[in-house]
């Protein structure tokens, strides 16, 4: 398996597992990464934004690929983003050394103007390199940058190593049509699209023409087979088992303790032996643990591996 312009199926978005003292938890992180595998997951992308990778030292970020990389039997996806440029370069360089598959690159939250943002992709491909295979993350709702289809495509079009484009403006679902219109009226290149948003939009975004999923809602498992039911076009099976998790997946997407609820049914399924995130950042309370099982074992009368 490769990454590259015809991938296809799922990337789960891997959390950091911490201990509660914030140290990184490696065996936490390897049941993770075997968790992906077993499930039938096509690759794995880490130190994305749910990774908690700004929360990082560089040293640490760099162990976390070198150890996902030798433990993976997937391709690896790093996400580089970063402040500077230098940082991006380093750890992209490393990262592909280290043997990962490609590397992912968001917008950096301060661009507005369309020449802005096709000027720092420019520049940002400039400090990877152009041998290096990479993911564009369109994420206006959390980095409040605008890529419209028209820039998206400047990119893909400049840049023939974007192999990638990870889906997750919100709305969303028009945007995915208008980029396989003008791939279908040859206007633009071919490249993968992978959706996020948690899995939010999952029921609907295979018919509009994604490839699969890259997000990390806390049943990989699920994803791969929600994925493999659209595929062979079992609808109503495909929005069955979509609308079993969507309480769930909904209950993750709150900002602020989208993460915490993450880890927490990790936590449950016996992937992660604390659902601790590295501070600052909120912690979920009783509450909305009780919250969170209550819906895992709702789920678990008909999916048996909600049980905890």
């Known amino acids: ?25 490696h065996d936490s992180l390897d049941r993770m990464i075997d968790l992906y595998h077993d499930a039938g997951a096509t690759g794995v992308t880490i130190l994305g934004i749910m990774g908690e990778a700004p929360k990082l030292e560089p ?27 230098a940082a ?14 490609g590397v992912m690159i ?33 994420y206006p709702l959390t980095l409040t940058v605008q890529m419209s289809v028209g820039v998206i495509s400047r990119i ?4 023939p190593s974007c192999v990638m484009l990870k889906a997750e403006d919100w709305p969303g679902l028009e945007k995915l049509s208008a980029l396989r219109r003008a791939q279908a009226e040859g206007r633009l290149r071919r490249f993968s699209i992978l959706t996020a948003n948690g ?4 029921d609907f975004e295979p018919e509009r023409g994604s490839d699969g999923a890259m997000t990390g809602y806390g049943f990989p498992d699920m994803l791969v087979e929600l994925d493999a039911l659209h595929r062979r076009g079992e609808r109503e099976a495909a929005h069955d088992l979509f609308d079993l998790h969507l309480p769930l997946i909904r209950y993750e997407q709150q900002p602020g303790i989208g993460l915490a609820v993450r880890k927490h049914v990790l936590m449950r399924r016996g992937i992660l032996a604390s659902d601790a995130q590295r ?11 009780d919250e969170v099982d209550y819906l895992l074992r709702r789920i678990a009368r008909r999916d048996p591996r909600a049980a905890f």
Do not use: C, N
């Open 88 to 101: 991006m370069h380093r750890l992209a360089r490393q990262s592909m050394d280290l043997g990962a598959a």
């Open 156 to 159: 893909m079009t400049d840049h």
């Open 199 to 202: 899995g939010l939009f999952l």
């Open 1 to 25: 398996m490769t990454f590259g312009v015809a991938t296809t199926g799922v990337y789960p978005i891997a959390a950091t597992p911490f201990h509660p003292d914030g140290r990184i938890d």
């Open 279 to 289: 501070k600052p950042w909120p912690a979920l309370s009783a509450t909305a643990r």
């Open 59 to 85: 040293g640490e970020s760099l162990d976390i690929v070198r150890r996902v990389v030798a433990r993976a039997r997937i391709p690896v996806v790093v996400g580089v983003s970063a402040p500077g440029l």
């Open 106 to 138: 968001a917008p950096a939250p301060h661009l507005r103007t369309d020449d802005q943002i096709t000027t720092y992709f420019a520049q940002a491909v400039e400090a990877v390199g152009p041998d290096v295979p990479w993911a564009l993350q369109d």
